[in-house]
T-cell receptor, first 114, second 112 residues
Framework: EAGVAQSPRYKIIEKRQSVAFWCNPI?????LYWYQQILGQGPKLLIQ????????DSQLPKDRFSAERLKGVDSTLKIQPAKLEDSAVYLC????????????FGDGTRLSIL | SQQGEEDPQALSIQEGENATMNCSYK?????LQWYRQNSGRGLVHLIL?????REKHSGRLRVTLDTSKKSSSLLITASRAADTASYFC????????????FGTGTQLKVEL
């Protein structure tokens, strides 16, 4: 089966600009996750979708970050405006459903803020 | 916040040796998972162990879980250069809907 697809792989922007990331999960996976991974740390969950509904967005900085999953398939994560501390790798993952099971990750988007 | 703490932070061994990584966590869990991350890539799931299990094996991997001590260990036997990567433990809790909290990771280097 095809894995989780993310684009772009790299993005460089200046602070206060906006940026968007795209994710296509494994076909049929109902649950989609966006993580932020700062260099040298483990991934931190930003938002979790079940189909097209939000399950958990408690760690999403809602004043600047937004995410949507229209039609319960693809998802986009947006940052507007970007801050220097947003420099990180943004990882998308998916799982078949919400029970205890493996999550499948894409290779991420590396974001650098100048 | 990071739920798990891996120990050691970095580990360097020779090919053929065994590598052991430990993970400690703070709150009650219903499952614990281990993932591998190669440089510049996403995470790859290795093994999932539920809170009512004490040990699981998968190929050269052996995972133990001690819920009384809130700790887990990952053993890689007969390591290979291709095992060089960062290893993360992640904890899930009952009612969490498969939400995982990742630890800080162990960087493993396997030298020829």
């Amino acid at each position: 089966e095809a894995g989780v697809a993310q684009s772009p792989r790299y993005k460089i922007i200046e602070k206060r600009q906006s940026v968007a990331f795209w994710c296509n999960p494994i076909s049929g996976h109902a649950t989609l996750y966006w993580y932020q991974q700062i260099l040298g740390q483990g991934p931190k969950l930003l938002i979790q979708f079940q189909n097209n509904g939000v399950v958990d967005d408690s760690q999403l900085p809602k004043d600047r970050f937004s995410a949507e999953r229209l039609k319960g398939v693809d998802s986009t994560l947006k940052i507007q405006p970007a801050k220097l501390e947003d420099s990180a790798v943004y990882l998308c993952a998916s799982s078949a459903d919400r029970g205890a099971q493996p999550q499948h990750f894409g290779d991420g988007t590396r974001l650098s803020i100048l | 916040s990071q739920q798990g703490e891996e120990d050691p932070q970095a580990l360097s061994i020779q090919e053929g040796e065994n590598a052991t990584m430990n993970c400690s966590y703070k709150t009650s869990i219903n499952n614990l998972q281990w993932y591998r991350q190669n440089s510049g890539r996403g995470l790859v799931h290795l093994i999932l162990i539920r809170s009512n299990e004490r040990e699981k094996h998968s190929g050269r991997l052996r995972v133990t879980l001690d819920t009384s001590k809130k700790s887990s260990s990952l053993l890689i036997t007969a390591s290979r250069a291709a095992d060089t990567a960062s290893y993360f433990c992640a904890t899930g809790f009952t009612g969490g809907g498969n939400k995982l909290t990742f630890g800080t990771g162990t960087q493993l280097k396997v030298e020829l």
